[in-house]
């Protein structure tokens, strides 16, 4: 972040370009809410029709305003913004808050206009945020540099909260909520068009803030995939979680998020696995987001996680272990040594996990405490959930229980504690006083747990391996062909099946009779990148009078169906027998290239059971992706099966990925499909290549 930043949260000086009189204007609200939230920067309303504004001395131009802001919030017409915007710079401002809307969310032209307000901008080293956005506030320092009608009803409570969102209007709904559910809240920067200020800078500014303990960033397409990435690093590295709400993963989604923030929505498989990657959480509801930073709050993020229940229902635990199991997150049985003891105290208890103590906590509060230290201490588990339902809102039980969980709480505040209760609002605020995060929904309080297990395993995770050194590839000016693409990857040590191209039908067979029988054979064109849409492959070709026949159904299919590409002859290569399994490389507009593994077959066509992660990367990384697969049970010598060679696969993927990083934007796509994984030791050999050449501009 950059000096024009640094005083986003608390300026000492903020000029309002368009300040209304009226409080409820939008030009107006700023000024009236940092007037009743008690901000004890100065203000300067800029009005040429006004000598005051609410009670404020007015100027009527940005040149007369006795300093230099260090932030200005301008609320004029779309026309007028560029020249406020100069006249700021030329003053030598730190960062414009643009509210007004006009830009790059309404076309081409709105798009031009945005851009000169951004030269404008950088002329004189000044931040925007916006245009087209809500603006900041932060709740500790006073500072509304927002017109979030949202205020209206009341503000929230001042907690360690950020919020970074790119629409305005949902993260007031979101506000909203915190200040229903009575979650505290530091501050929050909507970005809106981002003409230069992108939400990854903003996650990295909240790193920085030693008051934010959580991030929540709501994202509708990620800009500037750099920025971003170095911000989830960053909060990785400082074990700042950041759960991310991001939207417009369907086709109708995304197209709203263009129109909405002129953002391009990307593809959500690619993000949710940077996301997971840099060890941020995703959410994919409000309600989520905001269970897992309130739960978050606590800064307990137990790895590795398991979770123990104590319940006073039978059916709530059923409940809490079906969305554990859902979820992945354990729930290992206590001790049988435990499980009899507790048994002896109350031997109608079921004291497996969920540990259940009954209605007879009722009569004997003392239950609860003593099955809950059971669970902890013997159990052993690092994330507790104590069902209490709506027996803590009964008076003559409530503030027993919550001195039982206390008791517990005190002898390991280590522990992840959460509870499952109805009652009212001071009920609630009791139990969170006393350090336990309250949960109405059991099945939410799992989803949190486990996200707090999550954050824990990626910062525990250590830096992962170098990838591998990998002579560079030199690409052709244009797409080559299947034959040409494999001898460029076999310069880089990616292992593919032995093979020859043949002009004729004699050198087919010869071929044929080296390699061994049965062979593959393929028509070979720089023009024909998918062969089998015209029957260009032909699999078990037994013999050396089905080689003869076979080389000239191929060349006659050529012919026929694809009659303006260029043939180079036919291939014949060895036929390995193995699990097949698919490499790939894509180029994401956001974050560049990206590696792609699946298992062959119906694993990927129907399935769609494949695993990205962006380029480059190390063995280690590329061996974590193949065992994430659904799939991998096949590698890894399910009923019965031997063992395929995924250290040699995954060797493979990882000498793929420094290819596609160090090759450039040239590269548009790598396609190895099939790669046969032999067994264990024998290596994978890719069975067919495809490498696409990005066309330049104009052609």
């Not at 305003?65 to 913004?81: R, T």
């Not at 079921?350 to 230290?373: I, K």
Request: aromatic share 6%; with cysteine.
């Amino acid at each position: 972040m950059n000096d024009g930043l640094a005083r986003l949260f608390a300026p000492r000086s903020v000029a309002v370009i368009g300040a209304s009189a009226d409080p409820v204007r939008i030009g107006g609200r700023p000024i009236a809410y940092m007037l009743a939230r008690g901000f004890t920067g100065t203000i300067w309303p800029v009005n040429p029709n006004r000598a005051e504004v609410q009670g404020v001395k007015a100027y009527p131009a940005v040149d007369d305003l006795p300093g230099v802001p260090d932030i200005a919030i301008i609320a004029v017409p779309a026309a007028q913004v560029t020249d406020a915007v100069a006249a700021l710079a030329a003053r030598g401002t730190g960062a414009a808050i643009i509210f007004s809307s006009g830009f790059a969310e309404t076309g081409d032209d709105g798009e031009r206009l945005q851009q000169g307000l951004s030269s404008a901008a950088r002329r004189g080293g000044m931040r925007i945020i916006g245009p087209n956005t809500l603006g900041v506030f932060d709740l500790r320092s006073g500072f509304y540099g927002t017109f979030m009608s949202a205020f209206e009803a009341g503000f929230p409570a001042i907690g360690r909260i950020g919020i970074a969102s790119q629409s305005g209007a949902y993260c007031g709904h979101v506000v909203s909520v915190m200040r229903a559910r009575s979650i505290g809240l530091a501050a929050a920067v909507m970005t809106g068009n981002e003409a230069d200020v992108t939400l990854g800078e903003v996650i990295a500014r909240m790193v920085e803030d030693p008051d934010i303990d959580v991030i929540a960033a709501y994202a509708e397409g990620i800009k500037a995939g750099e920025a971003f990435v170095a911000a989830l690093e960053a909060a990785r590295r400082a074990r700042k979680p950041v759960v991310v709400m991001k939207v417009g993963r369907s086709a109708l989604g995304g197209a709203a998020a263009r129109s909405h923030t002129a953002a391009i929505a990307g593809n959500d498989a690619v993000t949710s696995a940077v996301l997971a990657e840099l060890g941020a959480v995703q959410a994919r509801t409000t309600d989520e987001m905001l269970d897992i930073a309130q739960l978050a709050t606590r800064r307990i993020y137990p790895a590795p996680n398991t979770l123990g229940v104590i319940t006073v229902s039978g059916g709530a635990g059923v409940v809490i272990s079906d969305a554990a199991e859902a979820a992945g997150l354990p729930m290992p049985p206590m001790p049988e040594a435990a499980q009899t003891r507790l048994k002896e105290i109350l031997p109608y208890a079921a004291p497996g996990n969920p540990v259940d103590c009954t209605a007879q906590v009722l009569n004997d509060v003392s239950l609860l405490g003593r099955f809950a230290e059971a669970a902890v201490s013997e159990g052993g588990y690092s994330s507790i959930i104590a069902f209490l339902t709506y027996t803590a809102a009964a008076a003559s039980l409530s503030a027993r229980l919550r001195e039982q969980l206390r008791k517990v709480r005190d002898r390991h505040p280590d522990r992840l504690y959460a509870v499952c209760i109805v009652a009212d609002p001071e009920r609630v605020a009791e139990f969170e006083r006393d350090g336990f995060t309250v949960f109405e929904d059991p099945a939410r309080a799992v989803a949190a747990i486990d996200a707090m297990g999550k954050f824990g395993a990626a910062f525990a995770r250590p830096e992962p391996l170098p990838a591998p050194a990998v002579p560079p590839l030199s690409l052709p000016d244009a797409t080559p062909s299947e034959a040409e693409a494999k001898r460029l990857l076999q310069e880089a040590g990616i292992a593919c099946v032995p093979e020859t191209i043949c002009t004729t039908a004699d050198e087919a067979v010869a071929s044929a009779e080296t390699f061994g029988f049965p062979v593959v054979m393929k028509i070979v064109s720089p023009d024909i990148l998918h062969k089998t849409e015209i029957g260009g492959v032909m699999l078990g070709v037994a013999d050396a009078a089905a080689v003869r026949q076979a080389f000239t159904t191929l060349l006659e299919r050529a012919r026929e169906r694809a009659p303006q590409a260029r043939i180079d002859g036919v291939l014949v290569a060895r036929q390995l027998a193995g699990i097949e399994s698919i490499l790939g490389i894509q180029r994401d507009p956001v974050f560049g290239p990206v590696a792609m593994v699946g298992l062959g077959g119906v694993f990927v066509e129907i399935l769609g059971d494949v695993a990205f992660r962006r380029c480059p990367l190390g063995v280690d990384a590329a061996e974590a992706m193949i065992r994430s697969l659904k799939a991998a049970p096949v590698l890894l010598g399910a009923r019965g099966r031997k063992r395929a060679d995924i250290g040699a696969l995954a060797a493979m993927l990882s000498r793929l990925s420094v290819v596609a990083h160090d090759a450039g934007s040239r590269l548009a796509s790598i396609d190895l499909n099939p790669v046969i994984v032999l067994e264990d030791g024998r290596g994978a050999f890719a069975a067919d290549a495809v490498i696409e050449i990005a066309r330049a501009h104009g052609d």
